[in-house]
């Protein structure tokens, strides 16, 4: 279980986060939304020990604060949103440093069934840096996959963590990464998205924590969360939902003009 206890974050001496307290289960997805400058990116990069931060966060009852490196890279894997590489790997070179840590070190059939789940089968040979950037992201997201292959570890459960996975992708490949996350957590293991698309989010995500200049504004199931009142007021602007009548669980936000 994902536990975040009344955090505080500020990076430069300016507070970004204020008293955020938010749980995550095994076998659920969560994804984190709101505006540009929410804090959406930051909670995450707390979550998993990436930033210092006030309060508490336990992963699978683990201290993150005091947790080694290698602990926390057995039970969870992280796609941040942009991930630059200063030497020319090749695109299998790439997924294959998700071997260097966790439980997979000595699978070296993963790499390439990765690749198959994000569709770039062909790609493996091809330089990284000649990639499109959905390519790239599709490949990071391999990268952690063949971390955390198998979603329930000797440790107990392992996590996802993906920092906007579809931002750079077509229609057809975002469905698929969403997916695949859907199929991860549903296999017994933790994923955290942080997410710009509410329609993705509310057909996908068990579970939304809708944050606003830093604070959550609410957290819980999406159509608890994804309300006119709650998203208007964390976007700043009027905000009218639908819901398609032929699943009754695709959110569609609209601006209210005027």
Not at 155 to 168: C, M, T
Request: with cysteine; charged share 15%.
């Amino acid at each position: 279980m994902l536990v975040v206890d009344d955090i505080s974050v500020a990076l430069s001496r300016s507070p970004v986060l204020h008293n955020i307290s938010l749980t995550a289960r095994p076998g659920t997805l969560t994804a984190i939304v709101g505006p540009n400058g929410s804090g959406k990116t930051t909670l995450m990069r707390a979550m998993t020990g990436e930033v210092a931060y006030q309060g508490k966060i336990s992963l699978n009852d683990l201290d993150v604060a005091r947790a080694r490196p290698w602990q926390l890279a057995g039970m969870r894997a992280v796609m941040a949103q942009e991930t630059q590489l200063a030497f020319p790997f090749t695109v299998l070179e790439v997924i294959q440093l998700g071997l260097t840590s966790g439980e997979n070190a000595d699978a070296r059939d993963l790499p390439l069934r990765a690749l198959a789940e994000v569709d770039l089968s062909k790609h493996a040979s091809r330089n990284y840096q000649d990639l499109s950037g959905g390519e790239r992201q599709r490949v990071q997201l391999a990268r952690a996959l063949v971390q955390v292959w198998n979603p329930i570890g000797t440790a107990g459960a392992r996590w996802l963590f993906l920092d906007e996975p579809v931002a750079s992708l077509d229609l057809g490949h975002q469905l698929q990464v969403m997916r695949l996350a859907r199929r991860f957590a549903d296999a017994g293991g933790g994923v955290i998205a942080v997410m710009h698309d509410l329609n993705l989010s509310a057909m996908f995500a068990d579970k939304v924590a809708l944050l606003a200049e830093g604070a959550l504004v609410a957290a819980g199931p999406p159509d608890a969360v994804l309300t006119d009142a709650q998203l208007s007021r964390a976007y700043g602007c009027a905000i009218r939902t639908n819901v398609m009548p032929s699943s009754g669980t695709w959110l569609l936000p609209q601006a209210v003009a005027g």
